[in-house]
Each structure stands twice: as structure tokens, then as C-alpha cells.
């Protein structure tokens, strides 16, 4: 009898355990395959480069093989969807945008992904310090000069976005209200057209990320005149830009940034591995030496974090949307 009873202790006991293990053993077996990154942008733009330098540091701390699949357009929806409809359990990764998660939803009657619900947020990743610039055409050094010479020339003046609705555009016809000018807005496929536009004359204004290629060498050679630099403070890249603050463009707190989420049912010892991993990458030696000639501010932290950032900047950025009255049915 008391045999019987100390083999039943012993069997409910070990089952215990085996339970209470359950989590753990799940959480060290992830990965079990290859994990994928979906980038929303074209292979060789900002957030292209950011997500393959986070990928190539991220494969030997996970034991696989990371790798990165981009799918550009829709003001990032494609995708959005896509990470969407990928299984929750952390193999499929994505970098998305303010354009994804914060304007989007303000922006589009109807989503096939939802903001709130289709993705965990990892970690954000970067901001890009972005440049206002003009073409030398323009006879403008300074904000106040610029906004004279808009104000003489009302409808002359172009700028440059990366689509009607992009973060450009909203931020754009932002500064255009509250200045009280007159600009025509010219949106392009990516920034590679809008470099060779602005920087012939074409188009005379743009926002361009200063880390972008030939951008300071644009600077530097003068093709492009530099007005004001969308940061916190300024770059050491470009030392005499003013910031947006400094300079007194008419400016909300919205700003354009990149980070990494899952897909929506990832378990959460996988969402705090991930996001362990990254942070620990984006505070490397190594990998802020890399991020320092692509003139990015790092953003990283904890997913809770995140979670409250987003929040805010969906708010923010559902006021610049209304002053625009911007609305797309597709």
C-alpha cells in the first residue's frame, strides 16, 4: 500500500515538472527554423540597411539563419499584411513605419490588417534625422528666407514625397497650413527619383533622410541647399544645419521611425527573447559604429515601451492627417 501510494507521488510529481518545464523548454527550443524579416520598403533605402545589419548580428545569437524579404509599396501595406496573415509564433519578423501603424489607420477607410491587433511590438529601432532641403535654384539659406520667397511665389514652389499620404507629404502640408504658403506637392516611387528631381531643379523642396547615399555629398558639393534637420539635436554629419526648432519651422511632434514587430500571437517568452537580443545588438559597439554614418537616432527599449510610444504617436498623428484632410479609398 504504501508502495502504491509512493509510485503515484513520484509519477504526479515528475508530471509537475514536466508542466511547470513546458515553458521554459519552449522558449530555449525558439528558433526551430530559419526566421524571416519583412521589410516595407525597397532593398538599399534606411530601413533596408538598419534590418540587415540587425539581421546579420541576430543569426549567431539565435543559432539559425535570419533573412530578409522586402515588399515595398501601399504606404507600407503590403507588408503589413503580410506579417499579418504569417503564423504568431516569432519565425516571421517585420520593420515597419509611423506610415504603418500611426497614419495609415487615420488615413484608409479600411485596413486588412488591424494597428492594434495584427502585430506585438518588439522593439522600435531607429529615427532618421531628416534634412529639409531646396534646390541652389532656390534663393534661400535659411527658413525665414525660404518662406519669404514661397510667399512672394505662391504655386511656384514644388515639393517632393514618397506618395499622397507618405509621412513626407503629411509633414509637408503641415509646415505648408501653419506657414500660410502655397506649395505644389510631387509624389515618386522612391528616393533615388526624388534625389535626381530636386537635385536638378525639377522639384525645388524636399525632405530626405540625411543618411541616405550622395545626400551629404549633395550638401557638400552644393546641390543642395540645406535648410533645417529634422531631430532632437543636430548632426554630425551636417554640424551648421539648425534643427527644425532652431530654424522656426512650424512643426507637431510626429517624426518618422522604424521598428521591429511580430506577428500577432507570438508567445511572450518569444517577444522577450527577441526583444533581449536586438537591444542587446542595438547597444553593441559594432553596431552603433554602423548605424553613425546613416545619421539615425536609436530608439530601442523595452516592448512595454513601445507599446505606450505608439499609442502617442497614433494620436499625433491622427491630428497632422485631419489638418490635411487626407482620405484613400485603396
Same mark, same amino acid.
Given at each position: ?186 509624389? *515618386?516611387?522612391? %528616393?533615388? $527619383? ?5 537635385? @536638378?531643379?525639377? #522639384?525645388?523642396? +524636399?525632405?530626405?533622410? &540625411? ?94 515601451? *513601445?507599446?505606450? %510610444?505608439? $499609442? ?5 498623428? @491622427?491630428?497632422? #492627417?485631419?489638418? +490635411?484632410?487626407?482620405? &484613400?479609398?485603396?
Amino acid at each position: 500500500m504504501n508502495r502504491r501510494v509512493t509510485v503515484a507521488l513520484a509519477a504526479f510529481a515528475l508530471g509537475a515538472l514536466w508542466m511547470a518545464g513546458t515553458p521554459v523548454m519552449a522558449q530555449a527550443a525558439f528558433p526551430t527554423k530559419p526566421v524571416t524579416i519583412i521589410v516595407a520598403w525597397p532593398a538599399g533605402g534606411l530601413p533596408d540597411v538598419v534590418a540587415r545589419a540587425l539581421a546579420t548580428a541576430l543569426q549567431p545569437r539565435l543559432g539559425q539563419p535570419v533573412v530578409i524579404e522586402n515588399k515595398p509599396g501601399a504606404n507600407s501595406r503590403i507588408a503589413a499584411e503580410a506579417c499579418a496573415r504569417a503564423q504568431g509564433d516569432g519565425h516571421t519578423l517585420c520593420v515597419l513605419s509611423a506610415s504603418t501603424l500611426s497614419i495609415n489607420p487615420w488615413l484608409y477607410d479600411k485596413l486588412r490588417y488591424s494597428p492594434e491587433k495584427s502585430f506585438v511590438p518588439i522593439t522600435n529601432l531607429v529615427a532618421p534625422d531628416v534634412l529639409l532641403a531646396v534646390n541652389p535654384s532656390v534663393p534661400a539659406k535659411t527658413w525665414p528666407q525660404l518662406l519669404d520667397y514661397a510667399k512672394r511665389n505662391p504655386g511656384k514652389l514644388a515639393y517632393a514625397s514618397f506618395g499622397v499620404g507618405s509621412d513626407v507629404h503629411l509633414e509637408m502640408d503641415w509646415i505648408r497650413n501653419r506657414a500660410g504658403i502655397d506649395l505644389l506637392h510631387v509624389p *515618386f516611387l522612391g %528616393f533615388p $527619383q526624388i534625389m535626381q528631381s530636386v537635385g @536638378g531643379g525639377d #522639384v525645388q523642396i +524636399a525632405f530626405v533622410s &540625411l543618411g541616405n547615399p550622395g545626400v551629404v555629398d549633395y550638401v557638400k558639393t552644393g546641390k543642395l541647399s540645406p535648410i533645417a534637420l529634422q531631430a532632437g539635436k543636430r548632426s554630425a554629419l551636417a554640424p551648421d544645419v539648425p534643427t527644425l526648432a532652431e530654424a522656426g519651422v512650424p512643426r507637431v511632434d510626429v517624426f518618422t521611425w522604424f521598428g521591429l514587430f511580430a506577428s500577432a500571437g507570438t508567445p511572450k517568452p518569444v517577444q522577450d527573447k527577441l526583444n533581449t537580443e536586438v537591444n542587446a545588438i542595438m547597444n553593441s559597439p559594432e553596431f552603433i559604429e554602423r548605424m553613425t554614418p546613416l545619421a539615425v537616432t536609436r530608439l530601442n527599449g523595452t516592448s512595454a515601451e *513601445f507599446a505606450r %510610444f505608439l $499609442q502617442r504617436d497614433r494620436a499625433n498623428w @491622427g491630428q497632422v #492627417v485631419k489638418t +490635411a484632410g487626407a482620405r &484613400l479609398t485603396d
